[in-house]
Antibody, heavy 116, light 113 residues
């Protein structure tokens, strides 16, 4: 059974950093592109970033470019999102998602709150 | 960026009736080389992550009930629930995966009348 489990969220001050993790199981992790999508509570879905199968290619949404870094460790079946210079507008639930044509499996999410 | 616009923002339908949600993209998401529309539909229930319902505009994901169907091409798409069940109450999103950034519609909240 495919499972994606995010962790690492929490409360952080503006300007701070967090690293999110997404532990994958039930499939051959290293053969899928992976994505991060975020959602402000009560609002819509916003794509954040993706990484290709071996981690050599990454793409970011403009609001996070230069501040966030997506990476993966295929030996550990884990996807990461390093978030630096956090802002209040980064407050959201962060989901990791597997790409099979499009986002066919999602984790339950981890909540990031940026506030002083 | 491709802007996805859904209509209506909210919808109330009686049990057993048809629900129709529309999605319009600011540019075509049809790839002429393979004749595929890079358009998906998701269902999100409160406290849950989104669930993929439809991809390639009209292909149901495995396990999705056949009362859900997708149609359309180019820039105009529709999600139809043929006979509404109580468990279909949710927010529905369309999404284009034609080009990065992979954008979503604003969502349509479906309720029981």
């Amino acid at each position: 059974e495919v499972e994606l489990v995010e962790s690492g969220g929490g409360l952080v001050q503006p300007g701070g950093s967090l690293r999110l993790s997404c532990a994958a199981s039930g499939f051959t992790f290293g053969t899928y592109w992976m994505h991060w999508v975020r959602q402000v509570p009560g609002k819509g879905l916003v794509w954040v970033a993706h990484v290709n199968t071996d981690g050599s290619t990454t793409t970011y949404a403009d609001p996070v470019k230069g501040r966030f870094t997506v990476s993966r460790d295929n030996a550990k079946n884990t996807l990461y999102l390093q978030m630096n210079s956090l802002r209040a507008e980064d407050t959201a639930m962060y989901y990791c998602a597997r790409e099979m044509v499009t986002f066919d499996y999602w984790g339950q999410g981890t909540l990031v709150t940026v506030s002083s | 960026d491709i802007v996805m616009t859904q209509s209506p923002d909210s919808l109330a339908v009686s049990l057993g009736e048809r629900a129709t949600i529309n999605c319009k993209s600011s540019q075509s998401v049809l790839n002429s080389s393979n004749n595929k529309n890079y358009l998906a539909w998701y269902q999100q229930k409160p406290g849950q992550p989104p669930k993929l319902l439809i991809y390639w505009a009209s292909i149901r994901e495995s396990g999705v009930p056949d009362r859900f169907s997708g149609s359309g091409s180019g820039t105009d798409f529709t999600l139809t629930i043929s006979t509404l069940q109580a468990e279909d109450v949710a927010v529905y999103y369309c999404q284009q995966y034609y080009s990065s950034p992979y954008t979503f519609g604003q969502g349509t909240k479906l309720e029981i009348k």
